[in-house]
């Protein structure tokens, strides 16, 4: 009788043991993947976009990208080569602005020496060169993206010189209005591309000091 009873005792906890190894089993399972649910929940959101994008442009079949070793990629430019253009790019970014206001304090003698005493012509021939920066983007910035943002910075440099040079020898006021918008249209250029020249040549993680020192 007592051995009848032992039996029947060790079968009767037979299933239980196998009941707690497959709890713990599926205990571990779930705690796991909670685990894996908190550490995402957890990652910024701006590691996840970056995260996603990459995952995004690796099953782009259209995109052109430079191979990694490739001498002529801005990024595997030596220090001097990328300090020399984006200081030329700075310059000019400097310059063009410049050129928007320092004709501000002659606007008197323009006027004077165009016969006329018209104050808002006065006011326009300052204005009006901000409008060709809010033109010129429109169509500066999808031409780097096709055409690359070399040629864009030769041609439109050589014009902002040539625009200037029509403003000052201009006969009459429709004339000086007509070249100073063209000016602003060719000066808006590395304003609008120049952060993009940043991007080419410095790395994600000094884009920040190099884009403070560029504005």
Request: negative net charge; proline residues 6%; charged residues 15%.
């Amino acid at each position: 009788m007592m051995s009848q009873w032992i039996f029947q005792q060790s079968a009767s906890d037979l299933p239980q043991h196998g009941r707690s190894s497959g709890d713990t089993d599926k205990s571990s399972a779930v705690k796991t993947a909670q685990d894996e649910l908190d550490e995402k929940q957890h990652q910024s959101p701006g590691l996840l976009e970056a995260q996603s994008t990459e995952h995004q442009d690796q099953e782009d079949p259209n995109l052109v990208e430079w191979a990694t070793d490739d001498p002529e990629k801005p990024l595997n430019w030596s220090t001097s080569a990328k300090c020399l253009n984006l200081g030329l790019v700075s310059f000019f970014r400097f310059l063009t602005p410049l050129a928007s206001s320092m004709v501000a304090p002659a606007t008197g003698l323009i006027l004077r020496d165009l016969d006329t005493d018209n104050e808002t012509i006065g006011s326009f021939i300052v204005s009006i060169f901000i409008l060709g920066y809010a033109l010129g983007p429109l169509v500066l910035a999808p031409l780097s993206e096709s055409y690359g943002r070399l040629p864009l910075y030769h041609v439109n440099n050589a014009l902002f010189t040539l625009w200037n040079l029509g403003a000052a020898l201009s006969p009459n006021v429709g004339a000086l209005l007509a070249f100073r918008l063209l000016s602003g249209l060719a000066g808006s250029c590395p304003v609008t591309i120049g952060n993009g020249s940043i991007a080419d040549c410095v790395v994600r993680e000094r884009r920040g000091l190099v884009t403070t020192i560029f504005s």
